[in-house]
């Protein structure tokens, strides 16, 4: 089967699309094509895991009807026949979407061109991608039932809740290996800090007192991760303050996790943003959480994204501008010095994963391109 994927922008749109071609590769033997621009991360990210990627450059557009919409929608004209090109080179017998703009151009190029085409929306609230698409597509994959709702009336018929689709060795890592892989104690319990696939500066920033409180403990170490852009000054900012992250004995700070399913399989609680597919991994473990919605997110979808969390009891929700550092401090010093209280998150965190969604949504793939409708 001849596959064409297209996500992109954040590692939330990546690692989906990489999660649905390993499931479909399962099924059977696939030929796989990615589409991404140079400016979003799958241009990192999608070479390293091995896969061929194409260019082509996109406009983002506003969450609304507006003449700035519609003059992008004329520049976006050049990115579909382009789109169209690649199409009816790489001669796919399904193209699939997994969010960001530039699966606009392509989704939209496959489906005048009559192939089968699908989307996978990750958030409670449907990106303006994925909303406008959905008229054109032939099914949608949901992450939450609640999303279903921001759909069109005459979209409702092709969506399919599976569940956010999460990478394999999320579930497959084990804690001795992701002990070994970061260089971690085995004997100490391990606080995972990840402001998404870019990182998040206020966690950053409010990481820095929690760094100075919790340095030199012999019961607990941080594996902080920074994002890319953020960790010469975290690193450079610690210094000062008499840190030294390799020889403090309990602090880890890195830029960005190639091994994160190694990270999650080793930590004991998670500080987040609350980007859909970094919640997918950490329900699907069943790993307690502080989350902190990026405030910023188109809609506010995060807090969307954590409230669903919390209400089920395993997240305790920081609102980004009452976040500081003694704050975080009291909240992991509460969760961690109560191994009640741990473990009961852990249990709540476990029930809300769905770790089967994204072999659901590869066979509704491959049903799809083979001409029967799931
Ligand atoms: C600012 C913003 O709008 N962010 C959006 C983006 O999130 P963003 O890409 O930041 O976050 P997600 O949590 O959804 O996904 C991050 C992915 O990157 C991986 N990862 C992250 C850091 C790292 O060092 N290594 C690593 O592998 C995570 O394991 C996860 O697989 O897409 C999500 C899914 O549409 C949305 O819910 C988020 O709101």
Not at 80 to 95: A, H, T, Y
Not at 236 to 256: A, V
Request: with cysteine; glycine share 10%.
């Amino acid at each position: 089967m001849r596959v064409m994927m297209s996500g992109g922008g954040t590692g939330g749109h990546i690692y989906p699309a990489l999660t649905i071609v390993r499931a479909m590769e399962q099924l059977g033997p696939c030929e796989i094509l990615f589409v991404g621009t140079q400016q979003g991360l799958e241009a990192d990210i999608i070479p390293k895991e091995g896969f061929r990627l194409e260019l082509i450059s996109v406009k983002g557009f506003e969450r609304r009807l507006s003449w700035a919409n519609i003059k992008n929608l004329c520049s976006t004209a050049g990115s579909v026949w382009r789109s169209m090109q690649l199409i009816r080179e790489f001669k796919p017998d399904i193209v699939i979407g997994t969010g960001g703009y530039v699966c606009g151009p392509v989704l939209l190029a496959a489906s005048l061109l009559g192939i089968p085409t699908m989307i996978q929306e990750q958030n409670v609230i449907p990106g303006i991608t994925n909303r406008i698409l959905a008229r054109f597509v032939d099914k949608i994959a949901v992450g939450y039932q609640e999303s279903v709702r921001y759909f069109s009336p005459g979209s409702q018929k092709k969506i399919l809740v599976s569940g956010n689709p999460i990478r394999s060795e999320v579930m497959t890592a084990t804690r001795e290996e992701g002990v070994a892989a970061l260089e971690l104690s085995a004997q100490k319990r391990t606080v995972l800090i990840s402001g998404g696939s870019r990182g998040a500066r206020s966690i950053n920033q409010a990481m820095l007192s929690v760094h100075r409180h919790f340095a030199g403990r012999e019961d607990i170490q941080l594996l902080h991760v920074t994002g890319q852009s953020e960790y010469n000054n975290i690193v450079g900012n610690l210094k000062k303050y008499g840190i030294d992250e390799k020889n403090s004995g309990n602090i880890i700070i890195k830029p960005y996790l190639y091994n994160m399913p190694q990270a999650l399989a080793c930590c004991d609680l998670a500080i987040f943003r609350a980007g859909a597919i970094g919640l997918a991994e950490l329900t699907a473990r069943g790993i307690p959480a502080i989350l902190v919605p990026y405030p910023y997110a188109a809609e506010n979808h995060q807090e969307h994204n954590a409230r669903a969390v919390e209400h089920s009891g395993a997240a305790v929700v920081i609102r980004d501008n009452e976040l500081n550092g003694d704050k975080l401090i009291a909240v992991i010093e509460r969760i961690m010095g109560n191994t009640a209280v741990l473990s009961d998150m852990a249990v709540a965190s476990k029930a809300l994963g769905r770790p089967e969604a994204a072999v659901e949504i590869a066979r509704a793939a491959v049903n799809l391109a083979a001409g029967k409708h799931s």
